[in-house]
């Protein structure tokens, strides 16, 4: 059984920074698509970043380019989301989220941050950035 599970969500003031982490278990890490994706309350949810394990390419919507980095440990099955210079419109639930297959890092790259390519979920952290 295949689990996602985040952490590291808080409370900061703006311009402040935070770390996500997502432990996946019962799961192929190596050469997959994962990523990370938020939600705030009465919006839809939103891609932010995504990775392809393993080789380490990286995907990023243009609204954190800059400010977030997605990494990855393939020896602990875990990927991380660093957030720096946050701003209170990052407010918002952020989930981790895998591809079911690898299908390449072609597929990946075709669309890394698209809910629907995505069938594993995280239960997600809350990360609020306060002005």
């Known amino acids: 059984q295949v689990q996602l599970v985040e952490s590291g969500g808080g409370s900061v003031q703006a311009g402040g920074s935070l770390r996500l982490s997502c432990k996946a278990s019962?799961?192929?890490?190596?050469?997959?698509?994962m990523g990370w994706f938020r939600q705030a309350p009465g919006k839809e949810r939103e891609g932010v970043a995504a990775?392809?394990?393993?080789?380490?390419?990286?995907y990023y919507a243009e609204s954190v380019k800059g400010r977030f980095t997605i990494s990855q440990d393939a020896d602990a099955d875990t990927i991380y989301l660093q957030m720096n210079n946050l701003k209170p419109e990052d407010t918002a639930m952020y989930y981790c989220?895998?591809?079911?297959?690898?299908?390449?890092?072609?597929?990946?790259?075709?669309?890394?941050?698209?809910?629907?390519?995505?069938?594993?979920w995280g239960r997600g952290t809350q990360v609020t950035v306060s002005s």
């Open positions: 989220g895998a591809f079911p297959t690898s299908g390449g890092v072609a597929r990946c790259g075709s669309s890394p941050l698209q809910i629907t390519d995505y069938e594993y």
């Open positions: 019962g799961y192929v890490f190596m050469r997959r698509c």
């Open positions: 990775v392809y394990t393993g080789v380490g390419i990286t």
